[in-house]
């Protein structure tokens, strides 16, 4: 937490602003709407996980249709796709960002229209804040004329050629989850480049009531939007997200500094024209049983450290999804750790991290 998230959070309390909507909730999504620019318009939810659900109804996403998404994930990107009663189709990654790859992308689009199905959309994923390839994407999107639902939930304060992630597809989305480089305690946020689509947004999110003296629903509605109280949170979030970001990338650079000469270790390097925020820091083993020795005693010294995401195609609740491989996620699991990467560690606390790698791997 930073200096200010008690005061806004007391002037929900003084004011009796609780419920969702409120000054706390206005000035949260001003301040997203500031610092991400790209005449994005803010809508602040209850998760990232409402925020894709309601990103893939607008675009009219509905039973019987597939979405695109990238497999190598968490499966919030993909389980909304499923809420809407449409299928997943599984895209691999490819090894410059170890983001959505366009090859298999546009191979997996030409299969799909081929068949008679016509995928309505893409999940785009900025997986650990690292920029997934804007341009090819998005060229990919306009050839086909296929929405990019841009799942910025790890990626908020990561930039691509100068613009902010979250402004690059058609909708954006960011999460302030618990565990991400700012937080709201749960929450998240739409974003759109329209005004039309934050209204209709909003309006699904409060359970889609229509404009009446009395409770009257002529659409399906959700409770999604966010309270009051969190979005006082987030208001102080905010204020200190560029601090979060440079500590992060400071991990990060000291991770590399310390340990690009053990043998078998490697980063992931930014390509030219993007800026990570580095939420994770990730590091490439040579073998999954270098990885788990280096989880196990990480462990030992009571240090958590994980395994990269599996990929959705090998998760059980997905086994029946059709999928575009390449062997490139499955790889980055087997041999990927994320190392602790909160923004409140000390320069100590990254030494011994570090201590304990090399004394197992040299």
Known sequence: ?????????????????????GPNVQHFENSIEDYIGNNVHAACLSSGTGAIHLALELLGVGHGDEVLCQSFTFSASANPITYLGASPIFIDSEEDTWNLCPVLLEKAIENRIKKGKKPKAIVAVHLYGMPYKVDEINAISRKYDIPVV???????????????????????????????IITTSGGGALLAKSEEIKRRAVFLATQARDNAPHYQHSHIGYNYRMSNVLAGIGRGQMEVLDDRVAARRNNFDFYRKNLSEVPGIRFLEEPRGTRSNRWLTCILTPSYKIRESIRLALGNENIESRPLWKPMHLQ???????????????????????????SNLEQMDLERICNVIKKELV
Request: net charge negative.
């Open 1 to 21: 937490m930073g200096k200010t998230e008690e005061l806004y959070v007391k002037e929900a309390f003084d004011s009796n602003w609780i419920a969702p909507l």
């Open 150 to 180: 841009e799942d910025s939930a790890e990626a908020l304060g990561s930039t691509y050629k100068g613009f902010q992630c979250g402004s690059l597809g058609e909708i954006g989305i960011l999460s302030f989850n618990g565990n991400k």
């Open 316 to 342: 059980p609740v997905f086994k029946d999804a059709i999928s575009f491989t390449n062997g490139i996620s499955e790889a980055l699991f087997e041999k990927g750790l994320c190392l602790p990467s909160g």
